[in-house]
């Protein structure tokens, strides 16, 4: 090979390399203090919408790094999109991945993002405006706490069949939505992974592959009864006594006067002999046939997509949100087709800030309600490694 060959070889293999690295589509860490309201677009579709600052809150593992974009006014809706290259996701992983950290002790809230299609005007996205995923945690009360996973599937919004508790906790955690080309999915939490499955088995995209079939009916001599009545059993003749019955034992008192009070009657009482409704003894049905099961049939409305988790466009990550008590802070966004880059991306981000450092004592860190008296004449308590919020 000549002298020029080689270099030429390698500028080509290093391309490779690069061009199969993985791809970010989009990321947002607010370290570049006020330029991110030159990428960051505030809905104009309502004059009232809630404003977002740029703020580390009010305890935090690193005063810089862990800046985001806070919800500050209650009891508003929040409208607030940025935009990127445009991408589809065919035929590739798609990883959706932010940090949520409600360190005003949401009671009532959204915590989650939205992704648009590119067509979409940023100007005017409103609660109403379509998207292809919603993904995060939602918070209202004690009864919801639990992480969205929403498809748009031709044009209809499609909710998740499971349960997934989100954290509601004042401290920073990571929330991660994994969908594979293979029409399976993964959600994180903290870089753990709380559920994953198939999406057309977890949400109703789909008809049912089978049906009950039209034309079966149960038998009519088909007979579910375990037990019956036994027939040679009958009611003992001195079965049949009165519930309650005049107390023996009462007497007339001696001023009672029948034209005033009437004619006296003696109070009742349980009746000791009663034994209530004769019931005859069950024994086993020789007639049995067990719980009559409909048949099934394959479903001639149902046809297999192998492309659920495709979409054409993404070009808008959007924060459409209402709180009502704002504090929740939004940082450390990551769109990406690599799930290992997002998870060390994760642990870059939100994993070092999360960690104490050498042991120390960074109360920065601990919400202020957590330190208590210390610092009023007291000891503070060993120190500890780790600590999951910020």
Known sequence: MSRLGLPLLLAALLLALVAAGPAEFFREEFLDGDAWT??????????????????????????????????????????????????SNRDKTLVVQFTVKHEQNIDCGGGYVKLFPAGLSQEDMHGDS????????????????????????KGKNVLINKDIRCKDDEFTHLYTLIVRPDNTYE???DNS???????????????PKKIKDPEAKKPDDWDERAKIDDPEDSKPEDWDKP???????????EDWDEEMDGEWEPPVIQNPEYKGEWRPRQIDNPNYKGKWVHPEIDNPEYTPDPSIYAYDSFGVIGLDLWQVKSGTI?????????????????NDTWGTTKVWVGGTHNWSRVPPASLGCWGHGRDPPAPRRRQRGR
Request: hydrophobic letters at 30%.
């Open 243 to 253: 519930e309650h019955i005049p107390d023996p034992d009462a007497k007339k008192p």
């Open 193 to 207: 992974k709380v559920e994953s499955g198939s999406l057309e088995d977890d949400w109703d995209f789909l008809p």
């Open 38 to 87: 030159q990428r960051w677009v505030e809905s104009k579709h309502k004059p009232d919408y809630g404003r977002f600052v740029l703020t580390a809150g009010k305890f935090y593992g690193d005063a810089e790094k862990d800046k985001g974009i806070q919800t500050s006014q209650d009891a508003r809706f929040y409208a607030l999109s940025s935009r990127f290259e445009p991408f």
């Open 130 to 153: 379509e998207y292809n995923i919603m993904f995060g945690p939602d918070i209202c009360g004690p009864g919801t706490k639990k992480v969205h996973v929403i498809f748009n599937y």
């Open 330 to 346: 939004f940082d450390n966004f990551l769109i990406t087709d690599d799930e290992k880059f997002a998870e060390e991306f994760g």
């Open 187 to 189: 959600v994180k939490i």
